[in-house]
């Protein structure tokens, strides 16, 4: 099972009609036909109106909602209600609300605060979405089901200690198992009965908050115990929506980078990927772009569903701009150039009260289908509607891989030394970026990931090194690939215990190195480090020699055989090597020893790529994002998208048909993209010679 089965990109969003007067739906159905917007997502949040008490279930109004919306043609991504308890239930049953980090049991309020070890809310979530899926599951218009809502948090209570225990025991198998791998002797905690652990909160092991503790294996353990305690809670839901709905794909909304979850254990369990896209600010585009690639990564890169973004602004910051003019846009389209085959909106109609009553909808509280924001969208679905089916299961070509992590991002984050500043993932996004701006196309995917057909592997901070991992990573270069990793990688194993040897562990003989130390310091401190290839300066390659700044952290490295191509320049470890290079097999493994700077890292990446001619062909625009989708009949589709401010004007590199605009366009035709740009470049079938890969010097002219 994978993908809804729909004919184009599904557009459109959540609805709620259920908060407003029916006469009121009509008006509501009207609109969307003017925005072409084919798909709803219905009753994520219907608990208390579809179970208004113990033994009463009640589907007159949500029978009315679907009703009306199959009739108007449109198709329904249904929820399974569970986003939210009702009050009575916490009223009868205390226990299904959260204990938080600091031990205080939560009375009724908010939402997603339902305890996931409470064996009621676990009993009575899956029964009504087995009501729901059974009442539903014969409708034609119904092509997803959409569990939960932003699943997320943790719980600390008595429940959740019980689940941890037992969670604990079929993990470990013994006692001495456990107390070896959260390596008890120290500060004698050395367990002796398993009713003594304790989940790890402010009340136990943790002090200033949820990165402070005594013990990295017991947190550790207890992300882990959480995430999947919460998976169970989809899990539930999935298998009874199962019994009477075989054939319908089966999703819950993720939050793209979220600490809390990690994704990729519950990856198996997702028919398909589907995520929320509220970046942190307005100007991070290869915050998102990492974003949607991660999720693509998810389902082995199978196309996602964009399930929910604003198509204005969010109600939540404590500043909330609006998208420009053309930023919705942009950014729909690049969920598409990244593998989304769902545009879809938080939300369609905005809510009247409570507190996302100022949140961006397609429609407004006036209900107005001339505001900006509506024509937009409007133009948005219409350009959809021309695009038809051709990206529809449209694959991302790429050869290279990032690593991602969740084990090595919690390790990192919740460790004691070398540094509270250093975040996992803006190191990951700093090397992200640096190959977004060269335009290759990146599959983010787990370390447990077939490296087969990578010819380069970047993998920042990959702290923790699990399973074959290293052999894996080893088998890449030796097969004449490139691996990249940074500083901090190969510290510790999957107990988050030090390897007893020279770091980087494993990542040893593939590096070429030993750190014998390393120095962590304030933002404030610089050290420049001077970068030089010999090789490319010999190749007529760029960047020679530059100098670029680090911060933070200063791994000194002793060469095991590998070259310095970067070198610090300041204080007592000045002269000794920042950035190396390996020979291993008939490849190279590459290591970063300090925080470099974007321009830093940009020139690592960059001598990188070149080696294997995978610099994308408009490298030397970064405000020009280029992407390729390959359709399952073959048909290479690039997207160009123009995140500047500025007009970008350069030329075709392929020959093709413009997709939106309908134009047919030469290679080496003058192309200008406008600020929030979008081109969709159908590329001709054969094209000449060596332009399957992603670019040689040559084609980048547009001279086959
Ligand atoms: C999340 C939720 C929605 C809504 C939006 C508002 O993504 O899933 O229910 O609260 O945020 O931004
Ligand atoms: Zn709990």
Not at 55 to 69: Q, S
Not at 158 to 172: E, I, M, N, P, S
Request: proline share 7%; hydrophobic share 40%.
């Amino acid at each position: 099972m994978s993908l809804p089965i729909v004919p184009k990109i599904a557009f459109g969003g959540d609805y709620n009609p259920e908060q407003w007067p029916e006469e009121v739906w009509k008006e509501d159905h009207r609109l969307f036909d003017a925005a072409r917007i084919d798909t709803v997502t219905l009753g994520v949040f219907d608990w208390a109106l579809l179970q208004p008490a113990p033994d009463r279930y009640d589907f007159t109004l949500l029978d009315r909602i679907v009703e009306r919306a199959g009739a108007e043609g449109r198709q329904i991504c249904l929820a399974t209600a569970t986003g939210a308890h009702p009050a009575w239930l916490a009223r009868a049953h205390p226990e299904v609300t959260r204990t938080d980090f600091e031990g205080r049991r939560h009375r009724y309020g908010q939402r997603h605060n339902s305890c996931p070890s409470s064996p009621v809310f676990r009993r009575l979530s899956t029964e009504l979405a087995r009501r729901i899926a059974r009442r539903y599951a014969g409708n034609p218009a119904v092509v997803a089901w959409h569990v939960g809502n932003e699943y997320g948090g943790a719980c600390y209570c008595d429940l959740c200690a019980a689940g941890f225990r037992a969670w604990l025991r079929d993990r470990y198998g013994s006692l001495d198992a456990l107390n070896a791998a959260w390596y008890t002797t120290f500060w004698s905690h050395t367990f002796t009965d398993w009713d003594e652990i304790e989940p790890p909160s402010a009340l136990t092991e943790h002090w200033r908050g949820p990165n402070h503790t005594a013990f990295q294996g017991i947190t550790l353990d207890y992300l882990r115990f959480m995430s999947e305690a919460m998976l169970a809670n989809f899990t539930d839901e999935k298998a009874a929506i199962r019994e009477s709905s075989p054939d319908v794909p089966v999703t819950t909304n993720l939050m793209g980078m979220y600490r809390p979850i990690d994704y990729h254990r519950w990856a198996p369990h997702l028919d398909f990927a589907s995520w929320d896209n509220y970046p942190p600010d307005d100007n991070s585009p290869a915050w998102m772009a990492l974003t949607h690639d991660l999720m693509r990564g998810l389902k082995n890169g199978q196309p996602f569903w964009l399930m929910e973004q604003t198509p204005s602004h969010t109600a939540s910051r404590d500043v909330n701009p609006v998208k420009r003019p053309g930023v919705m846009r942009l950014w729909s389209w690049q969920a598409v150039a990244h593998g989304a085959d769902a545009v879809l909106f938080f939300q369609l109609r905005a809510s009247r009260g409570a507190c996302e009553k100022y949140h961006g909808a397609v429609i407004g509280h006036a209900g107005r289908d001339d505001t900006r924001v509506f024509r937009e969208v409007a133009g948005l679905g219409a350009e959809l509607d021309r695009l038809g089916g051709a990206t529809l299961g449209a694959r991302t070509p790429a050869r290279v891989a990032l690593l991602f992590d969740w084990d090595s991002w919690w390790a990192l984050e919740i460790s004691d030394g070398p540094s509270r500043l250093l975040r996992y993932q803006q190191i990951v996004h700093a090397y992200y970026k640096a190959l977004w701006t060269a335009g290759v196309d990146v599959d983010v995917v787990p370390v447990t990931a077939d490296l087969t057909d990578c010819q380069v592997v970047v993998a920042p901070a990959l702290h923790m090194l699990k399973g074959d991992l290293a052999q894996r990573l080893a088998a890449v270069a030796e097969r004449g690939g490139s691996v990249l990793t940074t500083f901090l990688s190969g510290r510790v194993d999957e107990d988050d215990n030090a390897f007893l040897a020279d770091v980087p562990g494993p990542l040893g003989p593939l590096l070429g190195i030993r750190i014998d130390e390393w120095d962590a310091r304030p933002p404030e401190v610089v050290n420049p480090v001077r970068l030089r290839d010999a090789e490319a300066g010999a190749a007529g390659g760029s960047a020679g020699e530059v100098e670029v700044e680090s911060r933070l952290l200063f791994e000194l490295v002793i060469p095991q055989g590998a070259e310095v191509l970067g070198t610090y320049q300041a204080d007592f470890y000045a002269g000794t090597p920042a950035v190396t290079r390996n020979r291993h097999g008939a490849g190279h493994g590459w290591y970063v020893a300090a925080g470099l700077d974007q321009p830093g890292v940009d020139w690592v990446v960059r001598r990188v790529l070149e080696r294997h001619d995978l610099l994308g062909p408009y490298a030397e625009l970064p405000e020009l994002e280029s992407t390729v989708r390959v359709a399952p009949d073959g048909t290479r589709l690039r997207f160009l998208l123009n995140h500047g401010t500025e007009p970008i004007e350069t030329t075709a590199y392929a020959a093709g048909t413009d997709l939106l605009g309908g134009e047919r366009i030469e290679a080496g035709q003058p192309i200008r993209l406008g600020p929030t740009g979008v081109l969709v470049l159908r590329e001709d079938a054969a094209g000449p010679a060596g332009r399957r890969g992603t670019g040689s010097p040559a084609d980048r002219e547009g001279t086959p």
